[in-house]
């Protein structure tokens, strides 16, 4: 299982990733070793979570919504 999550950033920015362990991931965000986007951004919160059986799925999806305006994504998180 794969997980698409979003996270607002201190600055108010939105970060979209992918992984299929969400636990360690948000703990390696969290120690500044998952990305340098987010190590200046710190602390962030979780805003939206989705589930995919594969990576692929989710990697499309990824794509989908990294496309999209932040107004569209404060969309999507709004639900």
């Known amino acids: 299982m794969y997980f ?3 996270l607002q950033c201190s600055d108010n920015t939105l ?3 992918i992984t299929n362990n969400l636990e360690n991931r948000m703990k390696t965000h969290k120690e500044g070793k998952g990305s340098k986007y987010l190590r200046g951004r710190m602390p962030f ?3 939206h979570i989705e589930e ?3 990576r692929s799925s989710a990697s499309k ?3 989908e919504i990294k496309s999209y305006s ?3 994504k404060l969309k ?3 639900h």
């Open 61 to 63: 999806r990824e794509f």
């Open 4 to 6: 698409l999550y979003i």
């Open 52 to 54: 995919f059986p594969d």
């Open 76 to 78: 999507l998180i709004s």
């Open 70 to 72: 932040k107004i569209e």
């Open 15 to 17: 970060y979209t990733g």
């Open 45 to 47: 919160v979780v805003v």
